[in-house]
């Protein structure tokens, strides 16, 4: 089978973890031939990492832009701070290399559009890590949406409630900062709104949305989101996104209710069937799946094999860049509904740049 040559950018924590993972696991299909970090120590360290296991050590670079001109590369992996996918996705796409991106594609609509339609242009692939989508529970659910078996898909919830302290946004600075991140919704929650989102159908008619910053002072944004998203095609979902649960993280889940259908699909990282209910069908073996070892789950890996395939093959990957445009955009529609204090109607131009005026540090006690 053909291999694909390809680069990382970025070798912190996830970069390091499960892109390496997914790598050393598609070894038969994918060899990193570089690492690029701007912390030389990262980008090589990286290297080594993937030698050890796979025999063959990528080259190390500090510069992005010198690794895709010095080295065959076939598709770069993005997994810097989210303020950053753009311009390099963009850098990349002009140099004609196929781009696979983490999760939050970008902060901006129009950075998303103009990421989406250089790829079009160049007939090059954009895939976005949102890896859940992966979850054999989440797979299952899919299916039977497809199936017609839930009747009309009346709801869904989506609640994710996790804990973040202070010492996960001190490993990090650009965490929780307008510029590089954005908050609970736009970070931990994007993965859970994708779901949401494709569960329901897609296409958004408007969002009403809170955001709230609780307990997190020492952060810009919020440590709390809750919305209403109406869909175009009659279907409501409802979403709750915080980092604030004491005393850790509680749960990562997604409900879908329907005429003739009940699932819910929980675990650390809905990676759990809870509930099954259809007229002939009153449970699911995947009902006792065992919890990741992270929350990041294990959907790396089919998700590099997914957007080998779509290269191979020349097809869109599974989550493209128009999908993983979606979450991003209600995530801003909320923002920019919270900001506003309206219901935003789709579609429409905001930036997490332009919460930097939000004041939304909610005082709990004097
Ligand atoms: N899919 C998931 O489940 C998941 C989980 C965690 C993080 N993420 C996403 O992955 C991204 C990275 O998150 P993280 O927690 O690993 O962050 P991190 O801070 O640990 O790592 C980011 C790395 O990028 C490097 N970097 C910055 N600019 C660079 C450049 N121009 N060239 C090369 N390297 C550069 C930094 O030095 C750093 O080592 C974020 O977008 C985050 O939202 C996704």
């Known amino acids: 089978m053909k291999k694909l040559k ?16 997914a790598i050393v696991k598609n070894a038969d299909i994918i060899e990193a031939v570089a690492t690029c970090d701007i912390v030389l120590d ?19 670079y500090t510069d992005f832009i010198e690794m895709i001109e010095n080295e065959e590369i076939d598709f770069v992996s993005i997994a810097t701070e ?14 004609g290399k196929n ?20 790829a079009k242009e160049k007939d090059l692939k954009l895939g976005v890590c949102f890896q859940n989508r992966f979850n054999p529970p989440i797979e299952e659910l899919r299916q039977k949406i497809d199936s017609g078996a839930f009747g009309h898909v009346n709801y869904a919830v989506a609640n994710v409630r996790w804990n973040r302290d ?3 946004y001190n490993q990090a600075p650009w965490r929780g900062t307008w510029q590089l991140d954005g908050g609970s919704l736009m970070n931990q929650c994007t993965h859970n709104t994708d779901l949401l989102q494709w569960m329901l159908g897609g296409d958004v008619d408007e969002v009403y949305g809170v955001v709230r910053n609780f307990q997190h002072k020492y952060i810009e944004a919020e440590d709390f989101g809750g919305a209403l998203i109406k869909f175009k095609n009659g279907s409501v979902g409802i979403l709750e996104g915080t980092s604030t649960i004491y005393p850790k993280n509680l749960e ?18 809905v990676n759990k069937i809870k509930t099954w209910k259809f007229p002939d069908e009153d449970s699911h073996p995947f009902m006792e799946l065992p919890d990741p070892d992270t929350v990041y789950g294990s959907g790396h890996v089919p998700l590099y094999r997914d957007f080998y395939e779509a290269i191979i093959n020349n097809r869109k990957p599974k989550i493209s860049g128009e999908d993983g445009r979606k979450a991003v955009e209600i995530v801003l529609a909320i923002y920019k509904s ?8 789709f579609p429409f131009d905001f930036s997490t740049e332009k919460m930097k005026d939000w004041n939304g540090h909610y005082v709990v006690r004097g």
């Open 6 to 21: 390809m680069g990382i950018i970025g070798c912190g924590r996830i970069g390091s973890t499960k892109h390496v993972e």
């Open 42 to 60: 990262k980008a090589k360290s990286c290297s080594e990492k993937i030698e050890g296991l796979t025999n063959q050590k990528p080259k190390y």
């Open 82 to 95: 989210s303020g950053y996918h753009y311009e390099i996705a963009i850098e990349a796409l002009k140099r």
């Open 99 to 118: 781009v696979l991106v983490e999760k939050p594609m970008a902060l901006s609509t129009a950075h998303m559009d103009h990421m989406c339609a250089l």
């Open 166 to 168: 202070r010492e996960y």
């Open 252 to 269: 990562e889940t997604l409900s879908v209710f329907g005429e003739f259908g009940t699932v819910v699909i929980g675990g650390l990282a």
């Open 338 to 345: 919270a900001l506003e204090g309206k219901p935003i109607k």
